[in-house]
């Protein structure tokens, strides 16, 4: 009590700020999830593929059980084993063991593709992995890839990159002739086997058709690993902005034109993506304009109504989404006339606030000047903020994963919209788009339903 008057209550106790703002970096954040969980999320998106995690028990359950309630179409246990690590193996060298494993699994599974990775003690004995793992992978025939991963060290979409970037290494690009037509498609985030997933291919495959192209493999889109070497003919690659966390040097040797896009999601951000992948692929901006016009043309009456409501009621929308999400996201609530009035960003590798701002100033909607933008800030923060909207009445919707919609109470007149990873709680039994125009809509209709 005797603290100066510079001090701040916090949950009951009194500090400075400056002694709270160093307690959060010890603090659970929006977005805690590691390389391993996306090395994990990223091998359950190719269908014949194996990650083979090196480490004790308890490892395969740090993996997979955050997939697990994710996706119920295919569970993620099935994909992933382990080299069950112990003191002994520990003190006399662990990678003796991997070889043995690869093998093992081999006889089990008819695979395509593996991946190993270690974890953080593991990495710190000074081992080589990578040359035990090399040698493993000559005495089985499919190709298999050590990818470190250090539990201190890179985010959910960095583990996700580092796998896109080997497969992206694999592919015979420059062995293989060209067809001008036929665009791949690179940073996909597929991270489960269900309907909204699949919608939201089908709206990227149908979004490429009506520009007159052959959608190619998506890197990674759920095929098998030999769909996926058949990119190789592909004239171009479209780069999703989730390829940001892919390794540029795996992205500069493919020897074809890397075409940089922002995300297909909302009105605008759906027609931004079509002039940007025209653009790459030397299609004519009246094409273009046709395919806006034929699509929007019938929706245009019906989003007139929804702004008109939204915007006579004057309330706002929080987002908490991954850097390229959440700017598409911010500016669809603009668009429909919820304005954003709080973003959380649930990464560390895609941009930060800076990206945010530059993704939502390509796609050429203007975003309120009193947004707030939080780097994925401490779970507590969020919780705060968003407390304080709600109870002053002025959060009308709140788009998030299933962590940000747990520390909302439910509340008459807030409409929740779970998007993101994890999803625990909506799991459509029908195509349930984000992306295109028809995802737009979706959304669209998600929100009405619970106002």
């Known amino acids: ?12 106790c009194f500090c400075t700020a400056t002694e709270r703002a160093k307690a959060d970096d010890f603090a659970f954040r929006l977005h805690e999830y590691g390389r391993f969980t996306g090395i994990g999320l990223a091998v359950h998106a190719i269908k014949d593929a194996f990650f083979l995690q090196h480490g004790g028990v308890g490892c395969k359950q740090k993996g997979a059980n955050q997939i697990m309630p994710h996706d119920v179409a295919h569970p993620a246990l099935h994909r992933m084993g382990y080299t069950e690590m112990d003191e002994r193996a520990l003190i006399l060298g662990s990678a003796a063991r991997l070889g043995p494993y690869v093998r093992s699994w ?5 695979l395509g593709y593996m991946v190993v990775a270690g974890v953080s003690f593991l990495d710190m004995t000074g081992e080589d992995f990578a040359a035990a ?3 493993a992978a000559a005495t089985v025939p499919f190709p298999v890839d050590f990818i470190p991963s250090r539990g201190f060290d890179g985010d959910l979409y960095q583990g996700y990159g580092e796998v896109v970037g080997r497969i992206l290494r694999r592919i015979p690009f420059r062995v293989s002739r060209p067809k001008p037509a036929k665009v791949a498609v690179a940073g996909f985030v597929f991270d489960r086997y269900e309907p909204d997933v699949f919608a939201d291919l089908g709206q990227l495959r149908r979004l490429l058709g009506a520009l007159g192209l052959e959608p190619g493999p998506f890197l990674l889109g759920g095929s098998s690993f030999a ?5 190789a003919d592909s004239g171009r690659i479209v780069c999703l902005p989730h390829g940001r966390a892919i390794p540029e040097k795996d992205l500069e040797g493919l020897g074809r034109p890397v075409i940089r896009t922002g995300l297909p999601v909302g009105f605008a951000g759906t027609e931004r993506w079509l002039h940007d992948v025209a653009a790459g692929c030397s299609i004519a901006k009246p094409v273009v304009e046709r395919v806006v016009r034929q699509a929007t043309e019938q929706i245009r009456p019906g989003l007139q109504k929804i702004r008109r409501r939204f915007r006579s009621e004057g309330r706002r929308a929080a987002i908490f989404a991954e850097t390229p999400l959440a700017a598409a996201l911010a500016v669809l609530m603009e668009e429909i006339g919820i304005s954003p009035i709080l973003v959380g960003l649930r990464d560390d590798s895609l941009g930060g606030a800076a990206a945010f701002r530059r993704d939502a100033a390509h796609i050429g909607v203007e975003l309120p000047g009193d947004l707030k933008v939080l780097e994925n800030p401490p779970l507590h923060v969020a919780r705060s903020k968003l407390r304080r909207l709600a109870e002053d009445g002025s959060l ?3 788009l998030g994963s299933a962590h940000e919609l747990a520390v909302m109470e439910r509340k008459q007149g807030i409409a929740t919209i779970e998007i993101g990873f994890p999803r625990v709680s909506f799991h459509p039994q029908e195509p349930s788009p984000t992306w295109g125009f028809a995802g737009a809509q979706y959304i669209c209709r998600r929100i009405l339903e619970q106002l």
């Open 133 to 135: 793992v090399k040698a």
């Open 106 to 110: 081999y006889q089990k599974r008819r």
């Open 396 to 398: 009308q919707v709140l």
């Open 227 to 231: 769909e996926l070497l058949g990119a």
């Open 1 to 12: 009590a005797g603290r100066d008057a510079a001090a701040a209550e916090c949950n009951g």
